[in-house]
């Protein structure tokens, strides 16, 4: 095939462009005053503050940015969507809509995209830990599996003995692409040997065949190249199999990681400048896999990403309750939404607009949750004008990972709304009551008080 594409540059390190005395104007005192054109405060008077919204029209453009990306690059893409990054039923449909599957590790999220209307067949089951019965269903019903452990395999392989049927079946593998900590806990090791120790298990097994290899090496992976290394060293080891084992490697499962345009923590850099774009990372893997395959063979890439898809089409508004002058002299802000409903805030600050043009010269400030706990930080340092009590502020990106990873913890969780692409208002998932948080709990008759 002629290769449609140039040989990628390798961007210098940024630092160097960033205007580093120049305070942070990247970041602070934005005013927002609406969403997709949506009044911020009709938002907050019709569903309260704190308040989750969601735009389904950067949801559809962020993912077909990422499909054009690798689409134009490489004749044969899976997405799969990543059901723990965010599995309301609404995001995953319009993702199920836009042609991704679903990529699920837990029974638990599995029944979900069931639920949901995916077939087996269009399922990816990965994950650490498959209970046998989920693995009896997803076989039945013809998902992917991504096989873990060798007790996963020899579960595998007495539930295909037991419907007397050869079950297909890939394997998650584990390697040193340059990033650290590497992780290793997930799959097989390439480098020791085990991972094809496990291809000989599988060799060993007449009820099992291999067909697929799957790499998911980490979560927000700002450098593209550790994916150039990664995808070289999954297109050597499949050939290796192929021709040592006779199995037939149909595709390739690169995993997801790739980041957000938030800002981690730590990082001095806004993310325009620290985030690689998408169009990077899918010229270094497509490069690198068009390179190293022989000709004519083009096994299915599947990408598995999550927060790079949802992250930036998710916002909360919250609303300050009160003020305080810390003894550092810092201003503590402390708001109607914390770290129980915004887990992410433990790897970013994220970016901060109000929604009125506030006068007064910045100060350092503090954002503080509503928790008793001395850990509920929003963000740590932020420049703001002195907002008065009952300004909103806007976070953003806040669409991967919290929503799923969120605790009910002192609080009920929020009313989740999306904003479709006309402009109106959906309720996605109702705010909680003490009934929902109550229902499942049972009083001993000998306790009861009244
Ligand atoms: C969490 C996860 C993903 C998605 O990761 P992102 O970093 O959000 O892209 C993909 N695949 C597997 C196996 C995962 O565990």
Redesign the pocket.
Same mark, same amino acid.
């Given at each position: 095939m002629k290769k449609a594409y140039e040989k990628p540059v390798i961007n210098p390190v940024r630092v160097g462009l960033a205007n580093k005395m120049s305070g942070k104007a990247y970041a602070y005192s934005r005013v927002r005053d609406n969403i997709d054109g949506v009044p911020v405060e009709e938002l907050v008077e019709k569903y309260g503050s704190p308040l989750f919204v969601f735009s389904e029209r950067k949801l559809r453009e962020q993912f077909r940015r990422f499909r054009r990306a690798f689409e134009t690059r490489y004749p044969n893409v899976e997405f799969t969507w990543?059901y723990? #990054?965010n599995y309301l039923k609404a995001i995953c449909a319009i993702l199920h809509q836009e042609g991704e599957t679903a990529?699920v590790?837990s029974e638990f999220e599995y029944e979900k995209a069931r639920r949901l209307g995916i077939p087996g067949n269009q399922i990816v089951f990965?994950?650490p830990y498959k209970p046998k019965e989920a693995l009896r269903t997803a076989i039945l019903e013809g998902a992917r599996i991504n096989a873990d452990t060798f007790e996963e395999l020899s579960d595998i392989e007495e539930i295909a003995k037991e419907l007397g049927q050869k079950v297909k079946v890939g394997i998650r593998i584990n390697m040193d692409t340059g990033i650290q900590p590497q992780w290793s806990r997930f799959g097989f090791n390439l480098e020791s040997g085990q991972a094809e120790d496990a291809v000989k298990r599988i060799a060993a097994s007449e009820w099992l065949e291999l067909n697929g290899l799957h790499c998911?090496m980490g #979560?927000?992976i700002l450098e593209p190249r550790a994916y150039e290394v990664e995808v070289r060293k999954m297109v050597n080891f499949a050939y290796h199999i192929e021709d040592n084992y006779g199995f037939k490697i149909e595709y390739l499962d690169i995993?997801?990681?790739?980041p957000s345009k938030n800002r981690l923590k730590g990082i001095y850099l806004p993310p325009e400048v620290a985030v690689p774009d998408i169009e990077e990372y899918a010229e270094r893997i497509t490069t690198a896999l068009l390179e190293s395959l022989r000709p004519g063979d083009f096994p299915k890439l599947i990408i598995? $990403?999550?927060? $790079?898809i949802v992250d930036e089409a998710g916002y909360l508004i919250t609303t300050v309750y009160a003020t305080k002058r810390l003894p550092n002299g810092l201003k503590g802000y402390i708001l109607d939404a914390g770290v129980n409903i915004l887990f992410t805030a433990f790897w970013y600050n994220f970016k901060v607009e109000i929604d009125r043009p506030v006068h007064g010269a910045p100060e350092p400030s503090v954002l503080y949750g509503p928790l008793c706990m001395n850990i509920d930080v929003i963000n740590d340092l932020e420049y703001l004008p002195p907002l008065p009590r009952g300004t909103r502020l806007i976070l953003s990106p806040v669409g $991967?990972y919290n929503v799923t990873q969120w605790m009910q913890f002192i609080r009920y969780r929020p009313n989740v709304v999306l904003i479709d692409t006309e402009g109106k208002v959906h309720l996605i998932r109702e705010a909680e009551n003490i009934e929902d948080i109550e229902r499942r709990e049972r009083l001993p008759e000998h306790l009861k008080l009244v």
């Open positions: 990543s723990k #990054t990529e590790v990965n994950g998911h #979560t927000f995993g997801g990681g790739l598995e $990403a999550g927060r $790079a $991967a």
